[in-house]
């Protein structure tokens, strides 16, 4: 178990444990205004859980194709203080985005994004890890029906793709608006980038945010302060 200051994480047969990755995207995501929320592949639910507790009004649904994950998001999300705002559907995306008519303010994911490394022990942390079961296409379609005209599309990815994510929302006319950095340290170059898109086509908000600021947990007042109501010892 993962205990946050207002609720905990059960991850016992998950295939995606509780990482920096998610708390860091449910954490950078302005989601304040949004009356609809989706969460692509919730996993253990935290993602769904963290806006639910940064958002007070808005209904959360959250998708997740692995039958062991889902089940740990439900009992997770039944325990969590906002458990009556937030949905979990046990179906792959792109279903999901071919049945729902609904449209969402902002959507989140932080999804699997590895295409040609080495396979996980077990299908389940594969389909996790690897994009063979969302490819970033089908994944850029689905979100293009399901977005809001004002809405916003928020996802971290390695820093490497950020050009194939960036062109396919382009497709989809879908620009960005806001794209954050992540270095680990001061030295290491950034490894991840926290993005925002929208429909609607504005100067994009850059910004750098170093996790280690000062030597190993040593962490930068930055990464604090986005996390803080989340992190037990912050």
Known sequence: MFKFKQFAIIQEKSAMKVGT???LLGAWTN?????????IGTGTGLIAIMTAQKNGFAH??????DSESYNEAVQNISLCP????????NTSFQKFAIDSNNKYDCIIT???????SKKAKTEARTNARHNYTLPFDELIEGVAKLLSGNGTFNIIIPFDVQDIIENLCS???MFAVKKTFVKPTPEIPAKRILFSFSKNAEECNKSTLIIEQYGRHRYSNEYIELTKDFYLNF
């Open 82 to 89: 906002w458990s009556s705002r937030i949905s979990v559907f």
């Open 110 to 116: 932080n999804p699997p994004f590895f295409s040609q």
């Open 21 to 23: 990755d998610g708390v």
């Open 60 to 65: 959360i649904d959250a998708v997740e194709i």
């Open 171 to 173: 497709k989809y006319k």
């Open 31 to 39: 989601c304040n205004n949004a009356k609809n929320i989706l969460d």
